[in-house]
């Protein structure tokens, strides 16, 4: 069976933004899902959504299959008994996600203790295990968050997200505030852990070139919306839309002096959810864009049956190469004034190693009811939403307490 099904997603927050609009996607057990996108595009929202994590007074439509089982439909208390135990989720900014007052150990303990029915001596067993398990001695459990540094303290966040062996891991961000050494080592633990526990991985960056190289599918996201998807090496390197083309071309490739030193950008900034332009709602920066594109909005489509890639484009329909022509003329190359001049020597040179060096907006520790500041607990399993509403035909949680964003 599929792990996660999600049918025609809608998302509007209170104020009208309409951040997450009419998402598909699938997730099998054992695979790893990367969406990426601007900031402000909707994937945190997409993250929240599938744990029903968002703010009260939020309006969520579709469907969300966990397992077969529909998220959305749930009563709370299956809400919360699936949080952690089937899904769960990494939040970035671990500093600002784990309790500072509590040491390490009684933190991953208590999903354990409340979702396992373990005894005090057992969840402390198993939270010994888990820090092992994600490389830091068993010993750092009496430590507290502030005598660790800022990678251990995101192997702890891994550790917590694992404590109950969900099926599926939502890692929002999980190395943006991390320097690129560590960025690696984060990077290949999750991918160890998730492929050795067949569990399902749904991976959120801005970084197209991290996540290509983490994930089997990768799914751009643009102003609500999944713009493509398909497999992660060719949505990267070939994307049909031209959205997804711009973003990867975006990323300087390793060999390739020509894109180091030539970096491309794109015009303009994602709209605000709540005014969205008509038609397409790329069509203001779109350079390949028709007339058509003012009015007509464009269904995620197949675009290459072989390899199950879909696109939203008008252009997604045409022959590979034709599309790839049109789309092509989307990137805009834009050297800085004060650009070197291109080593096409291959030599090495600043900026080489394609890493993330553009990150923004972090999401400190987010928690729909019991994050009271520094010390709200990150992770899905303490943020059982108590005093949540549910709406007729719709998934609300309560207050997102600690949803700060960082720059
Ligand atoms: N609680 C909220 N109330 C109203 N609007 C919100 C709320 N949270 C997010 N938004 C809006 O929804 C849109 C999507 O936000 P979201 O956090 O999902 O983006 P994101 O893709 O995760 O961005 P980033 O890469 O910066 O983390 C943004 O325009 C944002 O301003
Ligand atoms: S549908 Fe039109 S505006 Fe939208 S991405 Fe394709 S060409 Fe550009
Ligand atoms: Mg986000």
């Known amino acids: 069976m599929t792990l996660l099904d999600v049918q025609n997603l809608e998302v509007t927050y209170p104020g009208g933004a309409a951040a997450v609009r009419g998402v598909d996607l699938t997730l099998e057990a054992g695979q790893k899902l990367g969406i990426a996108g601007e900031s402000g595009c909707g994937k945190s929202t997409l993250a929240l959504a599938l744990l029903r994590l968002l703010p009260a007074g939020t309006t969520v439509g579709g469907r969300i299959l966990l397992d077969g089982e529909d998220v959305l439909a ?18 970035q900014g671990a500093m600002h996600s784990l309790n500072a007052v509590h040491r390490i150990g009684d933190q991953i303990a208590e999903p354990i203790l409340l979702h396992r029915r373990a005894t005090a001596a057992g969840a402390r067993r198993r939270a010994g295990e888990l820090l092992e398990q994600v490389g830091l001695p068993a010993a750092r459990a009496s430590a507290y968050p502030h005598e660790l540094s800022g990678g251990q303290r995101q192997r702890v966040m891994i550790a ?3 404590a109950c062996d969900p099926g599926l891991v939502i890692a929002d961000e999980p190395t943006t505030a ?22 399902g991985l749904i991976m959120i960056s801005h970084d197209l070139a991290v996540l290509a190289d983490t994930c089997d599918r990768l799914a751009v996201m643009y102003a ?13 390197d070939d994307a049909r839309h031209p959205y997804a083309r711009a973003l990867s071309a975006a990323f300087p490739r390793i060999g390739d002096p020509a894109s180091r030193f030539a970096p491309a950008g794109l015009a303009g900034d994602p709209p605000d959810p709540s005014a969205l332009p008509g038609g397409c709602a790329f069509h203001p ?14 269904p995620l489509r197949l675009a290459d049956a072989a390899t199950g890639r879909r696109a939203a484009c008008v252009h997604a329909g045409a022959g590979a190469e034709e599309a790839a022509a049109v789309v092509d003329t989307a990137v805009v ?42 010390g709200a607990p990150g992770c899905a399993a303490t943020s059982d939403a108590e005093g949540a509403t549910e709406a007729a035909g719709t998934g609300t949680a309560g207050t997102d307490g600690a949803r700060s964003t960082t720059a």
Do not use: N
């Open 285 to 298: 920066r779109c350079p390949v864009a028709l007339e058509s594109c003012a009015t007509e909005d464009q």
């Open 333 to 374: 190359h834009a050297p800085a004034a004060d650009t070197p001049v291109p080593d096409t020597s291959g030599a090495g040179g600043p900026g080489a190693d394609g890493d993330d060096s553009g990150a923004t907006g972090s999401r400190a520790g987010t928690d729909d009811s019991e994050a009271t500041g520094p």
């Open 74 to 91: 749930m009563k709370w208390g299956r809400v919360r008994a699936v949080r952690w135990a089937g899904a769960s989720i990494v939040f």
């Open 224 to 236: 609500g919306r999944v713009v493509e998807e398909g497999p992660a090496a060719r949505v990267f």
């Open 160 to 162: 917590m997200a694992l």
């Open 178 to 199: 991390l320097d690129v050494m560590i960025q690696a080592q984060i990077l290949r633990l999750i991918e160890e852990l998730v492929s050795e526990q067949d569990v």
